[in-house]
């Protein structure tokens, strides 16, 4: 009895090593941003406001890139890690950017609400993520400073909004802190395509291997009771 206790046992490991873990669902969603606009458009202070609730009435303008992340819950209860990247607007540092946007899941245009040029820039940058990406990230626009006068015509922001059918806008204000949190609340809950399908790829992967893993547990079975059944 205890020879054949030992033997279900060693069956037992041996299948245990063959089946494999189930992939953890427990952690925060990651998702990929990248901040993009002209120099002065208001990127890093909506940034400074989001990650310290702080707002600089000066600051310089950044060189190169600046990452920062932050973890939080959104009112739906989902837990956020969002990984963001702000961009440089200057020209001279455009080339250094496709290595930081690879698989960015979102893309934050940012333009001034009283700056024009900033705002007629955009399709520059569109054109800029769409080389790089595709259509593999999905855009976001953002008037920033709204607390200013504007100088962007509504009917020119809408204009873009249909020409760039299904991106969602919003104002913001990172002196006044207003909307800020809606921004990235909205960026956390936006569906992604990879997600599902690397999901169904986890999923489709597991049940093979837990199936391939079964066939051959099964034929060591047999090889230890002698049985060709």
Not at 65 to 94: I, N, P, Y
Not at 181 to 200: K, S, V, W
Not at 215 to 226: L, P, T
């Amino acid at each position: 009895r205890r020879e054949k206790r030992e033997n279900e046992s060693d069956q037992m490991s041996d299948r245990e090593r063959l089946i494999p873990s189930a992939p953890s669902t427990s952690g925060p969603r990651t998702v990929k941003v990248v901040m993009m606009g002209d120099s002065c458009a208001g990127k890093s202070a909506i940034l400074e406001r989001f990650i310290s609730n702080t707002f600089e009435e000066t600051s310089t303008s950044t060189i190169g890139m600046d990452f920062f992340s932050k973890q939080f819950t959104t009112r739906s209860g989902k837990s956020v890690r969002l990984q963001v990247w702000d961009t440089a607007g200057q020209e001279r540092f455009r080339q250094l950017m496709p290595s930081y946007i690879r698989e960015a899941s979102v893309a934050i245009l940012v333009f001034d609400l009283s700056n024009e040029r900033s705002f007629t820039n955009l399709e520059s940058w569109v054109l800029f993520m769409r080389r790089q990406r595709g259509d593999k990230t999905k855009l976001v626009l953002v008037g920033s400073k709204s607390d200013k006068e504007r100088s962007v015509e509504p009917t020119a922001v809408l204009q873009f909004l249909i020409d760039h059918e299904g991106v969602p806008y919003i104002e913001t204000s990172a002196r006044t802190g207003e909307n800020i949190a809606d921004l990235f609340e909205t960026i956390a809950n936006l569906p992604f395509e990879n997600e599902e399908e690397e999901e169904y790829i986890r999923d489709r992967s597991r049940t093979i291997r837990l199936s391939l893993g079964g066939e051959k547990a099964i034929e060591e079975e047999r090889a230890r009771s002698g049985c060709s059944c």
